[in-house]
């Protein structure tokens, strides 16, 4: 049963990989065995990353912004060269813009297009390059990282009297049309590359702790069953079944980790 579970020798691409997320999935699928192709736009987060994670023969490191084709099209190309093959991809890139927590009557349409330029259609190119790839040699696996905003509206009420990192927040209307379109982006795909054993799921994080303020965290786990936020080593149980050889009858499903919040 725990070679089901083996990541040994696979290749995962990862976008996103320097953020909070991208940081911990990174590490897990490393510590698992993984080749690892950590993939963002943020030069100094990815030198922060290879110091973290100390394993040059695992870890390869790519500044590059997924909205580039062509960039994407060198990594994958560089990918193979390296490695001989890509068995996963990790779309978990994610973008706010300048204005990102401004109303939405206000909300400025080119902060709109900037968000949904890297959730979704991002995450589009990053499939077309590497989820073609391994549709080409018959088998590997997608997970789309979404949020569970993309399938239930935000409670507004949380909000009041919150802040992340002593800044107000709330969550835009366009931060949940990405992730909506991102998981009708997953159940197309599913069906398109099934016949190619190509895999493409979804998990969705509950809210997970990174800095919000008591108020913030105290209203949030007053609406999950489990009682609090989560952690973002919470995910990753379900991100290695869904790239392992355990869930290869596992297409079009998405995995909700918010500790019960989506049942209420």
């Not at 725990?2 to 040994?8: A, I, K, Q």
């Not at 080409?136 to 992340?164: F, H, K, M, W």
């Not at 952690?231 to 990753?236: A, F, Q, R, V």
Request: charged content about 20%; hydrophobic content about 40%.
């Amino acid at each position: 049963m725990t070679d089901t579970f083996s990541m040994s020798g696979r290749t995962i691409v990862v976008t996103g990989a320097a953020g909070i997320l991208g940081r911990q999935f990174c590490a897990d699928l490393i510590e698992a065995g993984a080749n690892v192709v950590a993939i963002d736009n943020n030069v100094d987060g990815l030198d922060s990353l290879r110091s973290e994670i100390r394993n040059e023969a695992l870890l390869s490191l790519h500044p590059a912004d997924i909205r580039n084709r062509d960039q994407m099209t060198e990594i994958r190309y560089k990918t193979v060269k390296k490695y001989g093959h890509i068995d996963g991809l990790l779309n978990n890139a994610a973008t706010k813009s300048e204005n990102f927590f401004e109303p939405f009557e206000t909300f400025k349409l080119e902060d709109w297009q900037h968000v949904m330029s890297v959730n979704l259609e991002g995450a589009m190119i990053c499939c077309q390059e590497f989820g073609h790839a391994m549709a080409t040699c018959g088998r590997g696996s997608i997970v789309n990282v979404l949020s569970i905003y993309g399938i239930v509206a935000p409670d507004q009420r949380i909000y009041e009297g919150s802040n992340y990192l002593g800044r107000s927040i709330n969550t835009p209307a366009v931060y949940s049309a990405s992730k909506a379109g991102l998981w009708g982006l997953t159940k197309y795909l599913s069906a398109y590359w099934g016949s190619q054993g190509v895999r493409v799921n979804a998990i969705t994080p509950g809210g997970i702790y990174s800095g919000q303020n008591d108020e913030f965290v105290s209203r949030y786990s007053q609406r999950v069953p489990l009682g609090r936020m989560g952690h973002g080593s919470e995910l990753s149980g379900a991100l290695m079944y869904l790239f392992s050889d355990a869930s290869l009858y596992v297409t079009g499903q998405n995995i909700i980790v918010d500790g019960g919040l989506t049942v209420w």
